[in-house]
């Protein structure tokens, strides 16, 4: 995804200029046999590479992760997730986060 302005990432060598996250979903295996599925987010450069720093989320932890966003959304943004949103279901004209 591209961000609309560009931010900074802290990367091992310092700051860095990004404008966007390279999102992927891969396995991470255990010494006791289990995988557990992460989604890993990467800060694309301004030179159009992958930053070196990566942050994984467990897929099971999403929802979690997308309330903490959803919370620090402005209340127009966030008329603005539903309604464009709305055409996948209709459940989220209705929704209200507390």
Not at 1 to 12: D, E
Not at 22 to 30: E, I, T
Not at 53 to 76: A, G, N, R, T
Request: glycine share 6%.
């Amino acid at each position: 995804m591209r961000f609309s302005k560009m931010t900074t990432f802290l990367g091992r060598n310092g700051v860095f200029n990004s404008i966007g996250l390279r999102m992927s979903k891969m396995y991470n295996a255990h010494k006791d046999g289990t995988k557990t599925q992460v989604l890993v987010m990467e800060p694309i450069t301004s030179k159009e590479t992958t930053g070196r720093c990566s942050l994984e989320v467990p897929v099971q932890d999403l929802p979690q992760l997308i309330w903490e966003l959803w919370k620090h959304l402005p209340e127009y943004q966030q008329d603005l997730v539903r309604q464009r949103f709305s055409v996948y279901t209709d459940s989220l004209k209705t929704l209200k986060f507390e």
